[in-house]
């Protein structure tokens, strides 16, 4: 895997995520030199989207199985420890304990070969 350009969290390989709902982690270091973990996911044919593991509610991870985040009867990544709804897209959370609060998103663009995505901070949130 190439290494990560100096404002990328991590380089990551999209190949995998052919469906809805499809997700992988990746680790990252964050700007105190702390590791993290992303999760990136194939919302649809066309939108990845890549955002912290962390659900604003207790900072408790979203799930260990990445497979698992996606609900595709109303397209939303779910909290499996208190069952928290996120929409994909913005991060936010529609319904549950943390109703109104936001994932971390990450911005993702072409990598530097054909199925890697660069991962990097976004600065929204």
Same mark, same amino acid.
């Given at each position: 895997m190439p290494t990560p350009p100096a404002d990328? @969290?991590?380089i990551v390989d999209s190949r995998p995520l052919q469906e809805p709902g499809d997700a992988c982690h990746f680790a990252y270091t964050d700007t105190s030199g702390r590791a993290g973990r992303g999760v990136l996911m194939r919302v649809d044919d066309h939108t990845l989207v890549a955002f912290d593991d962390h659900c604003p509610h207790w900072g408790v991870p979203l799930g260990e199985d990445p497979s698992r985040l996606f609900d595709p009867r109303d397209a939303s990544v779910v909290c499996a420890m208190h069952g928290a709804r996120f929409d994909p897209r913005s991060g936010l959370c529609h319904t549950g304990l943390c109703e109104g609060q936001h994932l971390t998103r990450f911005?993702?663009?072409?990598g530097p070969t054909a199925g890697l995505v660069i991962v990097k901070r976004s600065? @929204?949130?």
């Open positions: 990328a @969290l991590a911005q993702i663009r072409e600065g @929204l949130f």
